[in-house]
Each structure stands twice: as C-alpha cells, then as structure tokens.
C-alpha cells in the first residue's frame, strides 16, 4: 500500500523518472583553454616569420649579403661596401615595409569586420583613390617633387575622401551596404580625374608612375618617422573599437544592448583606416589587396573575434609586404619588380581561387 498525499497522483512503477539537467561537457574550460594557447602560439610564430623576413629583406636582393656582414654592419658598426647598403638602403626599406605592411593588414581587418564583408578592401572606402588623387593634384598643379611633399598630400586626400564616404553612406546612421556603395562611386570619381590629369600633363605622369605602382624602393628613411605618429594612433584606435565592432558583429540593436554605440563606432573606423591606408599610402603609394589576403588567411586559424583577428594581421601582414618586396627584388636580377605588382598578382590568385571554391569564410 502506498500513501499519497491530497492533490497529488500517487508515483508509480510505470510513471518515467524526472529528466535531470544535462551535465556539462567535460573539458569544455580545457577546450577553451587550449584555443587561447593556441591562438597565442599563432601570434608567437607571426613574430618568429616577421623575424625572418625582416632579415631576408636586409640580405637578399640584387646583390646577396651574407647574414654575418648583415650582422657586423647592424652590431659592430662594419663600414665596408655591402654594410653601406644595409645601413642606407635596405634597413630604412625593411623598416618601411613592417610599418606599411602592419597599417594595411590592420586597416583591412578594421574594414572588413565593420563592413561584415570577408572580401572587403580598404580601397572600398576611397582611401587609396583620394590619395592617389590628392597627389596626382600636388604633382601637375603645384609641382610638388618630393616624397615629403607627396606625405601630406596625400594624408590629406585620403581623409577627404574617407569623410566623404562617410557623408554619403549617411555618417552615424551609415549601413555597410551603404558606406560600400559610397566607396565605389567615390573611388570611381577621383579615379577619373587622375586620369584626366596625368593625360593633360606628361610631365605629371612620369613624376606618379614612381609612386603609383606602390613599391618600397627609393623613399627616404626619414619618411617614416613623418608619418610615426599618425601610424600609432591609427594601430591604438583599432585596437580599442575591437570589442564594440565584436558586439557590431551581432547586428546594431545587439550592439547597442551590449553597450556600443553603432553610430560612434562606424566614423571612429573610419578614422581609423583613414589614418592606417592614408599614411602606408602616402608613404609606399596604393598597394593593394594586403588588407584582403591577410585578414581573409588568418580569420580560418584565429577565428573572428577582432581582439584576436587585429594583432594576427598586424604580424603577418609586414611579413607578406616583405616577402613579396624580396620576390619582386630577386625574380629578374637585372631589374625589379615593384611590390605592388607582386601584391596585385597575389591578390588575383586568391580571387581566382575564391572563385572556383564559390563560397568565403563567414565573419
């Protein structure tokens, strides 16, 4: 006999236990555990291969340097004919590469994630066409010769033309769709008036094909320390909108839950890739698609969180930029290739790629 209380059906035998919470995947804490140890091993080999490349820069080329004259010439102040070049040309062009390569890949990323498009490019935003053009203006109207000159030309065009954008796609209220389609209309613009102008002026198209191929050759070491400034706080900007373009990710009514504000986070983006393109283009010319193939390469082994995306394609980055300059340098020895060129090749095989996979990876 079984007692059963008022209101209560009896239990019995055939009754189906009560289900119990599920128990927690066991090592789930490990597992997160050994993806932060390996992420930090990802960026650990980023400063290793960025090590590597920067002493390939310093030592090959069209005159190879043994690695031990590259070493007397850097530690024990060698004066001789090869330490010569190491000091005066390849350590200024290795050093302009690693800024240049750091400021493209973390623009990109910046830009792609805002934009939640994979293939997103900082010329999307009409940085590259507004210093091309600002330039292409300082060169066949006011005679500007000289890459100090063409610096600020250029800085400034790049912001002109960022802000533009950003007008047009509607400022804070701006959707990626929208800033994108600005981007276009804009590049397509300014592309046009170079254009016009260089057809006008000879003299003005052999002065811009020297820097509108893009390359790291022949532009003077005190040339970065000009643009330092704008570098850092273009690398310090990004890195603090990780977080709300993280939330952005979500949608604009997640993110604005979580506390970031869409509007504010999309012009400081801006800012910021404004100051990372605009200052690696004034400093190199318009080198493409770096911003692309990188953050596109490292999104499948960090995955797409921006606090970790954003210092992976500060480290791989220069390490492509340099690579590609030393390919450029080594591939005809009697001449050179630009590394733009070497980039835009590139870039073609990874669209050609992407295109026969038919898919991207997802942000």
């Known amino acids: ?209 020297n820097w509108d191929v893009g390359s790291l050759a022949g532009r003077p070491g005190s040339l970065l320390w000009q643009a330092l400034p704008l570098l850092v706080a273009g690398v310090v900007l990004a890195f603090a909108l990780a977080r709300p373009l993280n939330a952005m990710a979500l949608g604009d009514d997640a993110a604005r839950a979580l506390g970031a504000a869409p509007g504010r986070t999309r012009v400081l983006s801006v800012v910021a890739v404004t100051l990372l393109c605009g200052s690696a283009t004034a400093l190199c010319g318009p080198i493409g698609f770096v911003g692309l193939m990188v953050p596109h390469a490292v999104r499948a082994f960090c995955g797409p969180d921006a606090r970790w995306l954003f210092p992976y394609c500060a480290l791989y980055a220069p390490v492509l930029l340099l690579v590609s300059d030393v390919v450029g340098r080594v591939l005809i020895p009697s001449s050179e290739i630009q590394v733009g060129i070497i980039t835009a090749f590139l870039g073609g095989l990874l669209f050609m790629h992407l295109v026969r996979r038919r898919k991207v990876a997802k942000l």
Request: net charge positive; glycine share 14%.
């Open 1 to 209: 006999m079984s007692l059963s209380l008022p209101g209560r059906p009896s239990p019995s035998a055939d009754a189906p236990a009560p289900a119990r919470a599920p128990a927690p995947a066991p090592g789930g804490s490990r597992g997160r555990a050994r993806g932060t140890a390996g992420r930090g091993a990802g960026l650990l080999l980023g400063l290793v291969l960025l090590a590597g490349a920067a002493l390939l820069s310093v030592s090959a080329g069209a005159e190879h340097i043994p690695l031990g004259q590259v070493w007397d010439g850097l530690v024990h102040g060698a004066t001789g004919k090869n330490e010569t070049i190491v000091h005066d040309l390849r350590l200024p062009r290795t050093f302009l590469g690693v800024a240049a390569g750091a400021a493209l890949g973390l623009a990109g990323a910046v830009l792609q994630t805002l934009t939640r498009n994979p293939l997103a490019d900082p010329g999307l935003l009409g940085v590259n066409a507004g210093a091309s053009a600002a330039v292409a203006t300082a060169i066949s109207l006011l005679g500007v010769t000289s890459f100090g000159g063409y610096l600020w030309f250029a800085l400034a065009g790049a912001a002109v033309a960022a802000v533009l954008v950003n007008a047009l796609g509607g400022s804070r209220s701006a959707t990626p769709v929208r800033l994108a389609l600005a981007g276009t209309a804009v590049s397509a613009a300014l592309s046009g008036y170079v254009n016009g102008l260089q057809l006008l002026d000879l003299d003005a198209l052999d002065r811009m094909r």
